[in-house]
């Protein structure tokens, strides 16, 4: 089972491999082991959560997360306008399993990478609290509470549209780490799936 992925958006080139020369030496201070793949991707598995501000946890239900370039970013599709300038550059940070204690961890990785990187956070789709039951992912009750619910959190948020398969436009959530920040201390957190 795989489990949530955000994107981490930069608004100056970098090459990966720079990316990683940074950030690599921090993951293996609280990951281990950290592997490089062939694609040049970055597969770890977080074994102290301290490094990231939180307690400990079982890492028995803990899967494998990755790090790698998202090659999508910046899309054609997708609508820029909220920001001064669009990205130029996508990282993906990824958790390979699901359930409460990946999306937490995915959620603090992705705060302090953001902040290292100097990155708004891409969450991949529209937040909200937990969906109803019959929720479709792309209707209007759902962008109500979507609206309703982070509306009353600190930080920016934007939405961000883009064309669906269907030939039509939806919308993802961009964040910044003071939004991201206060969205992991609320008690429907959750990333997309």
Not at 47 to 54: I, K, M, T, V
Not at 86 to 94: A, D, E, M, S
Not at 130 to 146: K, M
Not at 168 to 189: K, M, N, S, T, Y
Request: glycine share 10%; hydrophobic share 45%; with cysteine.
């Amino acid at each position: 089972m795989s489990g949530p992925a955000v994107g981490l958006w930069l608004f100056e080139p970098r090459g990966f491999a720079d990316i990683l020369a940074e950030v690599v030496p921090w993951l293996e201070t609280f990951c281990e082991p950290v592997e490089t793949k062939a694609d040049g991707d970055v597969d770890f598995w977080v074994r102290d959560g301290s490094a990231l501000g939180l307690p400990a946890f079982d890492p028995a239900g803990v899967g494998v997360f990755f790090l790698s370039e998202d090659e999508e970013i910046p899309a054609e599709d997708e609508d820029y306008s909220a920001f001064s300038r669009p990205p130029v550059q996508g990282l993906i940070v990824g958790a390979g399993c699901s359930g409460p204690v990946n999306h937490m961890l995915l959620g603090h990785l992705a705060l302090a990478l953001a902040r290292r990187l100097d990155a708004p956070v891409d969450f991949d789709g529209l937040l909200s609290s937990r969906p109803a039951e019959g929720d479709d992912t792309r209707n209007e009750a759902v962008l109500t509470r979507a609206r309703a619910l982070t509306s009353a959190l600190p930080g920016r948020l934007s939405e961000v549209s883009y064309d669906t398969w269907g030939g039509g436009r939806w919308l993802r959530h961009v964040g910044d780490a003071a939004f991201l920040e206060a969205w992991l201390q609320h008690p429907d957190f959750h990333l997309v799936k």
